[in-house]
């Protein structure tokens, strides 16, 4: 069965890199048809899908925040990762990572980790 | 504002059916699969409906979705104290490339 973890520092400035990793227990990144996606939620509770790395390695960012963020995976297939660029006080939210199936619906979620950009 | 439109609240009691809405447009339930969550407080949001009106394995059948042109619904039969919590819809936007959430229902159970 499948579980994923998020990891990352909690509190990052303005302008700064928000980085965040999740780790795949129980599979891969690269077996089955899945799209392994970052997701956050502000505090007024909105949800905000930001992007994937999909089965194939390949990437698909939100429009929107497409010029900031990158999501890559790691070689050993267990872990991928979300780098935002230049965040500030609107970026402050926890971010889920979610296993999408092929019609971007997410069966798999982590726990959540809190990112809020302060001075 | 959301995208996709829910109401931001619902109540039922205990054994009552009761539904969520979600309404869109063409370019996003119109033409693409709707998908349904629930949050329970302090907790990552859990898959209940997936295209349109499949149920994950595990999940009881006092859950169902429906779709109908550009809106979808829930509903939850035999409504339990436990079930109260948030409830979103989602579905791809064609026009905005991007997933796209309803703002969330909160459903009391009174």
């Known amino acids: 069965q499948v579980q994923l973890q998020e990891s990352g520092p909690g509190l990052v400035k303005p302008s700064q890199t928000l980085s965040l990793t999740c780790t795949v227990s129980?599979?891969?990144?690269?077996?089955?048809?899945?799209?392994w996606s970052w997701i956050r939620q502000h505090p007024g509770k909105d949800l905000e899908w930001i992007g994937y790395?999909?089965?194939?390695?390949?990437?698909y960012y939100k429009p929107s925040l497409k010029s900031r963020i990158t999501i890559s995976g790691d070689t050993s297939k267990t872990q991928f990762s979300l780098r935002m660029s230049s965040v500030t006080a609107a970026d402050t939210a926890v971010y889920y990572c979610?296993?999408?199936?092929?019609?971007?619906?997410?069966?798999?979620w982590g726990q959540g980790t809190m990112a809020t950009v302060s001075s | 504002q959301s995208v996709l439109t829910q109401p931001p609240s619902a109540s039922g009691t205990p054994g009552q059916r009761v539904t969520i809405s979600c309404s869109g447009s063409?370019?996003?339930?119109?033409?693409?699969?709707v998908s349904w969550y629930r949050q329970l407080p302090g907790t990552a949001p859990k898959l209940l409906i997936h295209?349109?009106?499949q149920r994950p394995s595990g999940v009881p059948d006092r859950f169902s979705g429906s779709k109908s042109g550009t809106s979808a619904s829930l509903a939850i039969s035999g409504l339990q104290s436990d079930d109260e919590a948030d409830y979103y819809c989602a579905a791809w936007g064609d026009s905005l490339h991007t997933v796209l959430f309803g703002g969330g229902t909160k459903l009391t159970v009174l």
């Open positions: 295209l349109n009106d």
């Open positions: 979610a296993r999408g199936t092929g019609q971007l619906a997410f069966d798999v």
């Open positions: 790395i999909s089965y194939t390695g390949n990437t």
């Open positions: 129980g599979g891969s990144i690269s077996s089955g048809v899945y799209y």
């Open positions: 063409d370019s996003n339930i119109g033409t693409n699969p």
